[in-house]
């Protein structure tokens, strides 16, 4: 079906449910909204030909494989020519906003979470009508919703959760932990336990304080939330000291390194990190970096819920969309727009292609599609995925205008923790004054 009723209509979809034999996640139905894409009142291009610009980052890789997922839809689409607009993530937002100030904006847009609120409170991106999106769960899909209004569709979810090396765990005789069971201060024992068998050069974790979404997942365990639905800040002062507290207790028991080796491997990336180099047991990082962690490390790692989902009156964890496609406002075309969107999220020559390079597929069709070509980091993924879901309670609102700060603020402050040159609770408070300041709440 296409999209075409409004949110208050649209039947709840399950959530995803436990793996086939095979492995496959399972979503159910849902639709979407009426649409506020402005209307082509003008021809195609060269009699009938239709040219339209897509946007996205990524890697080398990722741009190879587009390129070929764009030709694939121009042999099916003949008339309709795409027109690659790609760069790195550091460079990307720069050069959409530069391209949207000057009136220049791509017909189908790449986003990601951060930032949607803020391009469809501007009005850059309009609500999408003509996309498939009957085989995506409504609680998925939902997370592209702003004020009501499907603004931004999902191409895949992820999950922040705790990446180990058993190896590491073995060789320094360190059991394994129950990761339904551990509780934030295991996981700052297991941590020290871990360095002190290692040896030197080792560590039991890599710093988690640089990311808000582990912050996140700790209020939504204490029943709060890092934003509320209003667009306000939902997490306490005693949250956000006790999470930066955490980063400073496994300093303490030499549980992670020190602030200087703590900051240099936040700017490794994958391949850098503790994990990536044997120099750690444990980090915390997107379920969909655990390809790239595997084969840097060449260990097995394997993904572990991360503590303290047992040890309040209910879990924090949660899916997340891996990115988002939206479609200008002010496209000319925006019928070729929707039909560009529809084949990469529901083409299963497009799925073969990209497997789970824009996370694991929201799509449940798709994902079958793919299960046999999956490398085993991805089947773990799929595993883990499948395993988490009865356990999530919901998933999170829709970040405010302005949270695509927050990634800075949180570098920056958890680096002045790290140096010890703010306590945490003087931490909390210039987090809360910050923020709030960025998202006008």
């Known amino acids: 079906?296409?999209?075409?009723?409004?949110?208050?209509?649209?039947?709840?979809?399950?959530?995803?449910?436990?793996?086939?034999?095979?492995?496959?996640?399972?979503?159910?139905?849902?639709?979407?909204?009426?649409?506020?894409?402005?209307p082509s009142d003008e021809g195609g291009d060269d009699g009938g030909n239709v040219e339209i610009r897509f946007a996205w980052w990524g890697s080398d890789d990722r741009h190879k494989?587009?390129?070929?997922?764009?030709?694939?839809?121009?042999e099916k689409n003949p008339g309709i020519t795409v027109v690659p607009d790609y760069t790195d993530w550091d460079g990307?937002?720069?050069?959409?906003?530069?391209?949207?100030?000057?009136?220049d904006t791509p017909d189908v847009i790449t986003q990601e979470e951060r930032y949607l609120s803020d391009y469809a409170s501007r009005g850059v991106i309009g609500e999408m009508t003509g996309v498939d999106t009957s085989k995506i769960a409504d609680d998925i899909l939902s997370t592209g919703e702003v004020d009501g209004?499907?603004?931004?569709?999902?191409?895949?979810?992820?999950?922040?959760?705790?990446v180990a090396d058993p190896q590491i765990f073995a060789d320094a005789g360190v059991d394994m932990p129950d990761d339904k069971t551990w509780t934030w201060d295991d996981y700052v024992d297991i941590a020290g336990k871990i360095s002190k068998g290692a040896g030197d050069g080792v560590w039991g974790a890599q710093d988690y304080g640089f990311n808000e979404a582990g912050l996140n997942v700790l209020a939504r365990q204490k029943g709060e939330t890092l934003?509320?639905?209003?667009?306000?800040?939902?997490?306490?002062?005693?949250?956000?000291?006790?999470?930066?507290?955490?980063?400073l207790d496994l300093m303490a028991n030499g549980g992670q390194p020190d602030a200087?080796?703590?900051?240099?491997?936040?700017?490794?990336?994958?391949?850098?990190?503790?994990?990536?180099?044997n120099?750690?047991?444990?980090g915390v990082w997107w379920s969909n970096q655990l390809g790239a962690l595997s084969d840097a490390s060449g260990h097995e790692l394997e993904l572990l819920r991360l503590p303290g989902e047992s040890q309040f009156d209910r879990t924090g964890m949660y899916f997340k969309p891996a990115m988002y496609y939206s479609i200008s406002a002010k496209t000319k075309h925006p019928e070729e727009s929707a039909k560009l969107v529809d084949f990469l999220l529901n083409d299963p020559e497009v799925a073969k292609l990209q497997l789970t390079d824009r996370g694991l597929p929201a799509n449940e069709s798709v994902r079958e599609a793919i299960l046999p070509d999956l490398t085993a980091a991805d089947q773990k993924v799929a595993d883990f995925m499948a395993d988490l879901e009865p356990d999530i309670v919901d998933n999170p609102a829709v970040p405010p205008s302005g949270a695509n700060e927050?990634?800075?603020?949180?570098?920056?402050?958890?680096?002045?923790?790290?140096?010890?040159?703010?306590?945490?609770?003087?931490?909390?408070?210039?987090f809360l004054k910050d923020v709030g300041a960025a998202i006008g709440g």
């Open 1 to 38: 079906m296409r999209v075409t009723a409004t949110r208050a209509t649209r039947r709840r979809g399950a959530a995803l449910v436990a793996l086939t034999a095979a492995g496959a996640l399972a979503l159910t139905a849902c639709s979407g909204g009426d649409s506020g894409i402005v």
């Open 65 to 74: 494989t587009t390129q070929q997922i764009i030709d694939l839809f121009e």
């Open 92 to 103: 990307y937002w720069d050069k959409l906003a530069t391209a949207t100030a000057g009136g």
């Open 149 to 162: 209004k499907l603004v931004g569709i999902p191409t895949g979810v992820n999950a922040y959760a705790m």
């Open 227 to 247: 934003y509320n639905e209003d667009g306000t800040l939902g997490v306490s002062k005693e949250t956000v000291a006790e999470f930066f507290q955490t980063s």
């Open 260 to 277: 200087s080796r703590s900051v240099e491997y936040q700017n490794a990336g994958p391949e850098g990190s503790l994990l990536g180099t």
């Open 279 to 282: 120099a750690g047991a444990m």
């Open 406 to 430: 927050i990634q800075d603020i949180m570098i920056r402050i958890n680096t002045e923790v790290l140096f010890e040159r703010m306590t945490p609770d003087e931490a909390a408070d210039a």
